[in-house]
């Protein structure tokens, strides 16, 4: 059964921080890995999408890595912006009508 | 881009009654919709995969009479939460497939 983690479940950093935020998952029989933002009471909005066969995608500020043999994922975020405090979700599509959550972890970026 | 809508955004209602959202596809038709629970502090939990023109599938654990689905067209899937209980507050998210999910805005209920 797959299982997703994320650790740690909750940051607080100074602005202007470079960070990342981790991911794990059980099994590597993934079709992509996808990372979400969650911000207070709204629903999702994605932020990075990485094929199996890819190993990182890029967007701005962001940068998401996926080692698939090891099921792990991370979520680079550089010169960190209280604008980027949110909840950010990783989740894993194991197969193609099956999306998987992670935990998610609580950032908070301090002026 | 995919958009997926999501109505009502907030809704309040008694316990007893029964409640009904809409979820959407608004440019591309979706014949397989999703439709997730999130507790506060929690992550989103897969309740059932919606058909267009079939039952829909739901994961263990959730009550087919309870929350009844229907995927009447293939840019529409409704999910009816009936006589609705306190317990059954949360947010209630959709997405619809089209290559990959795209989630909807999600719709919170607060039963009172």
């Known amino acids: 059964k797959q299982e997703v983690t994320q650790i740690p479940a909750a940051l607080s950093v100074p602005e202007g921080e470079n960070l990342v935020l981790n991911c794990s998952f059980t099994?590597?029989?993934?079709?992509?890995l996808q990372w979400f933002r969650q911000d207070p009471g709204k629903g999702l909005t994605s932020l990075l999408l990485i094929q199996s066969s890819q190993r990182e995608q890029t967007s701005g500020r962001l940068n998401a890595s996926l080692d698939k043999s090891s099921g792990r994922s991370t979520l680079y975020i550089a010169a960190s912006q209280p604008g980027d405090s949110a909840t950010y979700l990783c989740a894993v599509t194991p197969s193609y009508d099956k999306v998987i959550f992670g935990p998610g972890t609580s950032l908070s970026v301090i002026p | 881009g995919a958009v997926v809508s999501q109505h009502p955004s907030r809704v309040i209602c008694k316990s007893g009654t029964s409640v009904k959202i809409e979820c959407r596809s608004l440019d591309f038709q979706a014949t397989t919709m999703f439709w997730y629970r999130q507790f506060p502090k929690q992550s989103l939990m897969l309740m059932a995969t919606s058909n267009e023109g079939s039952k829909a599938t739901y994961e263990q654990g959730v009550e087919k009479d309870k929350f009844l689905i229907n995927h009447a067209s293939l840019t529409l899937s409704t999910l009816t939460v009936t006589s609705a209980h306190p317990e059954d507050s949360s947010f209630y998210i959709c997405?619809?497939?089209?290559?990959?999910?795209?989630f909807g805005p999600g719709t919170r209920l607060t039963v009172t």
């Open positions: 997405s619809a497939r089209w290559h990959e999910q795209y």
């Open positions: 099994d590597s029989a993934i079709y992509n």
